[in-house]
């Protein structure tokens, strides 16, 4: 049922059971907001998206209350704009003058609301917050002190990710968001996806920066800087310097890391051809001789550090690989430094990636031989944007170049690891064809694709039905494993991505993008592997030539050495 409203002395169509923000949004007419997370259920607490509903001449929240007929809406009259700019002021009150030393000045919606509302002096003030700043975790900064008590990060941690990790603590004006017992985050359940980064309006939760160490490792002769990035890296940096979202800019990427002063620069898209090699002949050799199912990705350290804490009986099922991104760390500190003549000691390997767990990931125990991590430093693609501006780079004045060689050559295949599906796309193409010697017919595989928080897909292999799942968000994957674990799914293979629509909107990407946004993002990955002509990894010339000259089998025990893992049951406070 539909009827009739006024907002701003016009007429709009507004829906019963919708809320006034609802309608107001679809007819293009913006408030502001601060505690809303659209598709979430209102709590209406910031109270900054209030209106004037004239006939009874209250002020109301529009994302909390339902419309009704004949209502008459204004959303910018003096008492609103007063009201707001009173809640600005008191968040203001108590919050850290640090605006020119942190990490979200000029990307901050508490700066910009005060722009908006013309806050221009301090007229209320209050007692400054001092809350410890905890640097504990290895990819994340918490800065209680700017945090407005929004409530999104903890609303995210517990709805979307399933991890709950985070929780307001204490109450009234001694309120504040904590972990568990109020401990230091490294303790805690944090999964380290950064979705709480990505939400937040201010600094208050940031990640960790390697930025120190990296810039003496550049500027250090005896040192060989490497750098590697992430499929979704090429279609998401260029929002950073304010293009259009889904623009590919793979080439001026790799002469921006150039002149910034790293010596090689690879793409992780070839270790993720090397990935679903791997991937793929454990997931035949699992079917064939009765091996654990379902077998779970392990691409994505969010889940993975998800599974230890919460699911430690499903370890079995997650695949041995390490991640791409370790993967290409350990191939070029074994097999790529002796080729070169380099002393893996002196080479300082950094990712680029859009997720801010893989900073967790890289410092893991499991990723480390001989005493050497295999990647040393992760850069967000936010930091990446930093960097390349501190370095006084214009990426619109580059010309493009390629990648390094070996290990530069990549299959779209692997670049399709960015968006949520893509694995499991990509690990089907190749596994059919160890099974069959021959290639799909059809390599899109539609029901793998899109944005939707689990998909199902059944591909029939000589005879064989193999089952797959792949989910997005990990409130999402605690309702599949539940459901496998009950036996109401029989399952051969899950794909498992922490963050909703998978790396294209991680935790480390373009802190504003619209959902639009994130699509384009997906769509530019599609169209790659749309118009490239090697769309499976096993056709890749580089991953053939380093199993014919180093590896010699997927699965056999120099691969296995060097590109497997293993992962145990980790206890956490809460």
């Not at 959303?75 to 809640?87: C, F, G, L, M, N």
């Not at 209680?144 to 004006?173: N, Q, T």
């Not at 390697?210 to 800087?225: C, D, R, W």
């Not at 001989?370 to 370095?391: N, P």
Request: aromatic share 6%; hydrophobic share 35%.
């Amino acid at each position: 049922m539909s009827f009739l409203i006024n907002v701003n002395n016009k007429n709009i169509e507004a829906r019963d059971g919708e809320t006034i923000l609802d309608a107001m949004k679809r007819e293009g007419i913006q408030v502001p907001t601060l505690c809303y997370i659209k598709d979430r259920f209102p709590s209406g607490s910031c109270r900054m998206c209030v209106v004037e509903n004239t006939k009874n001449g209250r002020l109301v929240t529009a994302c909390s209350t339902p419309v009704e007929e004949g209502m008459n809406i204004q959303t910018h009259s003096p008492r609103v704009i007063e009201s707001r700019k009173t809640i600005v002021e008191l968040l203001l009150s108590n919050h850290p003058d640090d605006c020119l030393y942190c990490v979200r000045n000029r990307n901050c919606e508490l700066q910009d609301l005060s722009e908006e509302l013309q806050v221009r002096e301090r007229r209320i003030k209050g007692e400054k917050n001092t809350i410890h700043l905890d640097r504990s975790g290895a990819s994340i900064v918490r800065d209680p002190e700017k945090c407005i008590l929004c409530g999104r990060c903890v609303r995210i941690c517990e709805e979307v990710m399933g991890v709950a990790c985070i929780d307001f603590i204490d109450r009234g004006s001694k309120s504040f968001i904590g972990t568990a017992f109020d401990k230091s985050i490294n303790t805690s359940s944090c999964v380290n996806c950064g979705q709480c980064i990505m939400v937040c309006p201010t600094g208050a939760l940031t990640e960790k920066s390697h930025f120190t160490e990296l810039i003496s490792m550049l500027n250090n002769p005896e040192k060989t800087v490497i750098v590697q990035y992430a499929p979704s890296i090429s279609v998401s940096l260029a929002e950073e310097f304010g293009m259009p979202p889904g623009v590919d800019i793979n080439n001026i990427m790799n002469a921006a890391l150039r002149k910034i002063g790293f010596k090689y620069v690879f793409d992780t898209t070839f270790a993720a051809d090397l990935t679903i090699m791997e991937e793929a002949a454990e997931l035949i050799d699992r079917v064939k001789n009765g091996g654990t199912l379902p077998m779970i990705t392990s691409c994505c350290p969010g889940w993975v550090k998800f599974s230890e804490q919460f699911y430690p009986d499903m370890l079995p099922n997650l695949s041995t690989c390490k991640s791409p991104q370790q993967m290409l760390g350990a191939v070029v500190k074994s097999h790529w430094a002796s080729e070169k003549g380099v002393n893996p000691e002196n080479i300082y390997s950094v990712s680029v990636m859009p997720c801010t767990a893989k900073k967790f990931e890289a410092q893991r125990e499991e990723m480390t031989s001989m005493g050497l991590s295999d990647v040393d430093a992760v850069l967000t693609t936010r930091e990446l944007g930093q960097l390349i501006r501190m370095y006084g780079i214009d990426i619109k004045q580059l010309a493009p170049e390629t990648t390094d060689s070996p290990l530069g050559y990549r299959s779209s295949a692997g670049k399709l690891f960015g968006a949520s599906g893509g694995v499991m796309e990509a690990a089907i193409r190749t596994a059919y064809h160890m099974l069959t010697g021959e290639e799909l017919v059809r390599f899109k595989i539609e029901p793998l694709r899109g944005m939707k928080g689990c998909k199902e897909a059944s591909i029939e292999v000589n005879g064989l039905k193999l089952n797959v799942a792949v989910v997005n968000g990990l409130a999402n994957a605690r309702i599949l494993l539940d459901s496998v674990n009950r036996g109401e799914k029989d399952i051969h293979f899950i794909e498992v991505m922490a963050c909703p629509g998978g790396c294209i909107n991680g935790g480390g990407q373009h802190i504003g993008a619209s959902e639009d946004a994130v699509m384009a993002r997906m769509k530019a990955l599609y169209d790659i592997d749309e118009k490239e002509t090697v769309k499976v990894s096993h056709r890749n010339p580089d991953i053939i030539k380093l199993y014919e000259t180093f590896l010699g089998k997927p699965l056999g025990d120099k691969s296995h050495k060097l590109l497997h893992t293993n992962y145990l049951k980790r206890d956490v406070l809460l």
